[in-house]
């Protein structure tokens, strides 16, 4: 390559570089609690979720000053519990009693979604991108064991999680500061199931998603708690028996006392 040839071609490198670098960002986050641990006097938890985002200052191409690339941005956050298998039945009343008519075999479903955002997705993400990423309760991909979407007990799912408060969808739980620090308080109730949780962010600007970052919070039970919930999903009908004759028991010792008082 002669010299004029290698000039260009680093001048041309230089321009590539710069361009990038002046749309760079970096996103720092974290959790206030790095995990959760599930005892008997479990009643709940709160976290923050903080994080930065950093707008590198570059040297302009065309004059001598200094700037900061990007000043419009929205954050979404996104928590949620490893996905499961969950039969969903459908109950009709019959004669005055509630029964079981139906019922289904929904796969992926989460046991706690929690979702936040700056302001309402609709305001600066497009409805594609919440549904290829499952951003919002309405576009869970949560499907039945023919694969097909079943509207009517999906509702019914999310109706009844959003009462148990273990699912949420709101655009006032993530604040920012100054442009630059971010914030999102994330609430679980003691109704939260085990596993390993995700927290995901998402850095958007101009309907685009620029930056993602993840952060895992394991949930576990300690203590006698983690002795009982072993013993129940390895051995299941022992668990079954004994809960039958603890429960005779506590009847029986309630009714001698009661026989005892009166």
Same mark, same amino acid.
């Given at each position: 390559? /002669?010299?004029?040839?290698?000039?260009?071609?680093?001048?041309?490198?230089?321009?590539? %570089?710069?361009?990038?670098?002046? +749309?760079?960002?970096?996103? *720092?986050?974290?959790?206030?609690?790095?995990? !959760?641990?599930?005892?008997?006097?479990?009643?709940?938890?709160?976290?923050?979720?903080?994080?930065?985002?950093?707008?590198?200052? $570059?040297?302009?191409?065309?004059?001598?000053?200094?700037?900061?690339?990007?000043?419009?941005?929205?954050?979404?956050?996104?928590?949620?519990?490893?996905?499961?298998?969950?039969?969903? +039945?459908?109950?009709?009343? $019959?004669?005055?009693?509630?029964?079981? !008519?139906?019922?289904?075999?929904?796969?992926?479903?989460?046991?706690?979604?929690?979702?936040?955002?700056? @302001?309402?997705?609709?305001?600066?993400?497009?409805?594609?991108?919440?549904?290829?990423?499952?951003?919002?309760?309405?576009? !869970?991909? !949560?499907? &039945?064991?023919?694969?097909?979407?079943?509207?009517?007990?999906?509702?019914?799912?999310? +109706? &009844?999680?959003?009462?148990?408060?273990?699912?949420?969808?709101?655009? /006032?739980?993530?604040?920012?500061?100054?442009?630059?620090?971010?914030?999102?308080?994330?609430?679980?109730?003691?109704? %939260?199931?085990?596993?390993?949780?995700?927290?995901?962010?998402?850095?958007?600007?101009?309907? =685009? $998603? $620029?930056?993602?970052?993840?952060?895992?919070?394991?949930?576990?039970?300690?203590?006698?708690? @983690?002795?009982?919930? =072993?013993?129940?999903?390895?051995?299941?009908?022992?668990?079954?028996? %004994?809960?039958?004759?603890?429960?005779?028991?506590?009847?029986?010792?309630?009714?001698? *006392?009661?026989?005892?008082?009166?």
């Amino acid at each position: 390559m /002669d010299s004029n040839k290698y000039i260009s071609a680093l001048v041309a490198l230089y321009f590539v %570089m710069s361009f990038n670098f002046a +749309r760079a960002e970096t996103l *720092v986050t974290d959790l206030s609690q790095h995990a !959760i641990e599930i005892t008997s006097q479990f009643s709940g938890s709160e976290l923050l979720l903080f994080g930065a985002l950093e707008r590198h200052a $570059i040297e302009s191409i065309q004059s001598d000053e200094i700037s900061v690339q990007g000043l419009d941005y929205d954050i979404i956050v996104v928590v949620q519990s490893e996905p499961t298998d969950l039969v969903i +039945r459908k109950k009709e009343k $019959i004669a005055g009693i509630w029964v079981n !008519i139906e019922n289904q075999l929904m796969h992926d479903v989460p046991g706690y979604y929690v979702i936040g955002s700056t @302001r309402p997705l609709d305001e600066f993400l497009s409805k594609s991108d919440q549904v290829r990423l499952g951003l919002g309760l309405d576009n !869970i991909n !949560i499907t &039945n064991e023919e694969g097909e979407n079943v509207d009517e007990y999906k509702e019914a799912l999310i +109706r &009844n999680m959003i009462n148990k408060e273990l699912y949420k969808e709101s655009s /006032d739980n993530v604040t920012v500061k100054d442009e630059i620090l971010f914030r999102a308080n994330l609430v679980f109730p003691s109704n %939260m199931p085990v596993g390993e949780y995700k927290a995901a962010i998402y850095l958007v600007r101009d309907g =685009n $998603i $620029i930056i993602t970052d993840e952060i895992l919070l394991p949930v576990d039970k300690r203590g006698i708690e @983690r002795v009982v919930y =072993n013993f129940a999903h390895e051995y299941p009908s022992y668990y079954g028996i %004994m809960a039958v004759i603890v429960a005779i028991s506590v009847g029986l010792f309630s009714g001698f *006392v009661a026989k005892k008082i009166s």
